[in-house]
């Protein structure tokens, strides 16, 4: 079965960057994901990359693919009080399910 | 209005009693799933419908049941709710997807259910 981990806390000073890590082990997924959940909603989709790529830019998100060592990253650049909230990591494998990790809070202190 | 909606938004039961909870969607997708999250576990998916007539279970299905009443309804019974049940339950869709798609899951807001 498909297993994601991911750190659970996360503290960073705003204007700084944050970085999310995360492992995987499905070697057979397709798409991966960042989802972030605030306080009282759901989750919604941050960016996600496809399994043939290392890298993604999205404003002041980037993400990094290391297939080799099954690892995932979220660099959010910048940070901003906005941005404190619980980060998913997910993997899609090839019947089209999602294993989510178990989500890392990232605290933003002035 | 929002594309997932799912009621009651917060619950509160008893042991032993039956209890729904109800998604509805206007996305037009055909596949929805439902997810319990307790603290430090994430998600976890109990679950999926990828068309009204294809149900199928998730990782942790036992004490739920499901039913697809229509493309853009599926709800979520627990047949006699214990209190280990007590959690964050979402439900979810997608799109089968097409050329490029991301085949990204779209979130309710959640029903918090506490089970005493």
């Known amino acids: 079965g498909e297993d994601v981990e991911q750190s659970l806390f996360l503290s960073v000073r705003e204007g700084d960057s944050s970085v999310i890590n995360c492992t995987y082990t499905?070697?057979?997924?397709?798409?991966l994901y960042w989802y972030k959940q605030e306080p009282g909603a759901g989750l919604q989709l941050l960016t996600y990359i496809f399994s043939n790529m290392d890298m993604k830019q999205d404003q002041r998100l980037t993400v990094l693919l290391n297939k080799k060592d099954k690892h995932l990253s979220l660099r959010i650049a910048d940070t901003q009080t906005g941005d404190s909230a619980i980060y998913f990591c997910a993997e899609r494998s090839n019947d089209y399910k999602l294993s989510f990790g178990a989500g890392t809070t990232v605290t933003v202190r002035a | 209005d929002a594309d997932v909606t799912q009621t009651p938004r917060n619950r509160i039961t008893k042991t032993g009693k039956r209890i729904m909870l109800e998604c509805s969607q206007t996305k037009g997708h055909d596949r929805m799933y439902w997810y319990r999250q307790d603290p430090g576990l994430g998600l976890q998916l109990i679950y999926y419908?990828?068309?009204?007539?294809?149900?199928n279970k998730g990782e942790i299905s036992d004490g739920y049941s499901v039913s697809r009443q229509a493309q853009a309804k599926f709800s979520l019974s627990l047949e006699s709710a214990i209190p280990n049940q007590t959690a964050l339950y979402f439900c979810?869709?997608?799109?089968f997807g097409s050329g490029g798609d991301s085949y990204e899951q779209y979130f309710g807001p959640g029903t918090r259910l506490t089970v005493t």
């Open positions: 499905d070697s057979s997924s397709t798409y």
């Open positions: 419908s990828f068309d009204v007539k294809d149900i």
């Open positions: 979810a869709t997608s799109d």
